[in-house]
């Protein structure tokens, strides 16, 4: 597993989700993209094992920053502006990628899967003995919110590649925030934050018909 780099603190990372949600009941675009980019860095520490879903979304939160930075800015404030917008204007493909093979709503739902396998992983981790198995933990984890989207071999190449995790308290110091203790606390306090963000993606998602683009 790759060394993590002094500077980084998953409390910090964090701590973004909180910051994503809007008085509203809105998730946030910026600090969304924010959070994500610390949880890609999250990833790129632990060693390989995790590249082939943070490549994936890196370029995923790069395709949004392009809508952040474009003339269209202000229809991506948060998420559900964004999908206001494209489904207003049509920019959402939702039988097949076609006209709009990366549109805001298709990127970030993909962002939001994965979000939910971490979520999934990081509360296992959190709630678990000492003595669990880091590599079930993602491993069922990922099964939950991922595998379904995958095809087999890339399943079978990653469910043997999470047999390399480190013991469940090693995993957690890597958050650097102190002792395996410290960090579930740091867990305990950001979870409910990810969790929030979730649901209101989830619930924006469902009522538009936009769980299962393709």
Same mark, same amino acid.
């Given at each position: 597993?790759?060394?993590?780099n002094?500077?980084f603190?998953?409390?910090?990372v964090?701590i973004n989700?909180?910051?994503?949600l809007?008085?509203k009941?809105?998730v946030l675009?910026?600090?969304y993209?924010t ?24 370029t995923k ?8 930075? &474009?003339?269209?800015?202000?229809n991506?404030?948060?998420?559900? &502006?964004?999908?206001?917008y ?9 039988q097949k ?7 805001g ?7 939001h ?6 979520q ?12 669990s ?10 099964n939950?919110?991922?595998a379904?989207y ?11 590649a999470?047999c ?10 890597t ?8 960090a ?18 989830q619930k ?11």
């Amino acid at each position: 597993m790759a060394d993590v780099n002094t500077d980084f603190n998953l409390k910090a990372v964090l701590i973004n989700f909180k910051q994503c949600l809007g008085e509203k009941e809105e998730v946030l675009m910026d600090p969304y993209l924010t959070g994500w980019k610390g949880l890609i860095k999250f990833l790129n520490n632990l060693g390989a094992v995790f590249a082939f879903i943070s490549k994936d979304v890196l370029t995923k939160v790069q395709i949004m920053e392009k809508f952040r930075n &474009s003339d269209q800015k202000e229809n991506y404030l948060s998420l559900q &502006s964004m999908v206001k917008y494209e489904i207003s204007n049509n920019l959402v493909d939702f039988q097949k990628r076609a006209d709009h093979p990366d549109s805001g709503c298709r990127t970030i739902l993909r962002l939001h899967r994965a979000l939910h396998w971490l979520q999934l992983f990081l509360d296992g981790l959190r709630t678990s003995q000492e003595d669990s198995k880091t590599s079930a933990l993602c491993t069922d984890s990922y099964n939950i919110a991922l595998a379904t989207y995958h095809p087999w071999l890339i399943r079978k190449a990653v469910t043997v590649a999470f047999c390399t995790l480190p013991a469940r308290n090693a995993f957690l110091e890597t958050m650097n925030v102190g002792t395996p203790e410290e960090a579930v606390e740091m867990l305990s306090d950001a979870m409910p934050f990810i969790g929030q963000v979730y649901q209101l993606s989830q619930k924006l998602f469902e009522e538009n018909a936009l769980l299962d683009l393709p």
